[in-house]
């Protein structure tokens, strides 16, 4: 019996490891945007012309939002983005910083993920300063909401603790006859 349940145990172990690094997976291929943006504005900031690419329209309220800027036209010099996502009127969030690199295809550029919060309207404020001064654009996004699980699944998981002690008392109980 002793060997039976560590056995269970590990094939138990096993497929919650395969649950967690395929969490883990595509919690991280969430962020990484696709060779196709699903939106491009085209903005004025300032004295700038900038291409912006949404990588996931609508946005995943709770989840980063992976996006690219790039200038339409050579600047003189480097610029410097500055990128936050602001949340619109109604939606109840604060402003959050996004993060981002120089994109290394596109000379000037930068790619990067902007957090959105909660679903609703928001802005990606994008701020660039360069030779030519410093300007600012709003580029709208819509945040939705993920749809719900289903109710049998979300008790399935829930009673998840009442299987493992029903499990736990039923080898008890064999334990407990075999002595």
Do not use: C
């Not at 196709?36 to 995943?60: C, F, M």
């Not at 036209?73 to 410097?80: D, Y």
């Not at 500055?82 to 550029?109: C, E, L």
């Amino acid at each position: 019996m002793n060997k039976v349940l560590q056995i269970t145990l590990l094939a138990l172990g096993a497929v919650s490891m395969t649950f967690l690094i395929g969490a883990i997976v595509l919690s991280a291929l969430a962020t990484i945007h696709g060779s196709s943006p699903a939106r491009i504005d085209n903005v004025t900031a300032g004295p700038y012309q900038l291409k912006v690419s949404l990588y996931d329209y609508p946005a995943n309220a709770g989840f980063a939002l992976p996006f690219a800027i790039a200038p339409q036209a050579p600047a003189q010099g480097p610029l410097t983005f500055s990128v936050s996502s602001i949340p619109g009127r109604g939606v109840d969030a604060t402003p959050v910083r996004a993060s981002f690199n120089p994109d290394p295809h596109t000379p000037g550029g930068v790619q990067g993920n902007a957090e959105i919060t909660v679903h609703g309207q928001w802005n990606l404020h994008i701020t660039v300063s360069g030779p030519a001064g410093q300007g600012a654009v709003d580029v709208p996004v819509m945040a939705t909401a993920l749809p719900a699980i289903p109710s049998w699944f979300g008790w399935l998981l829930g009673l998840i603790p009442v299987y493992g002690i029903f499990a736990f008392l039923l080898v008890q109980r064999k334990w407990k006859g075999q002595q």
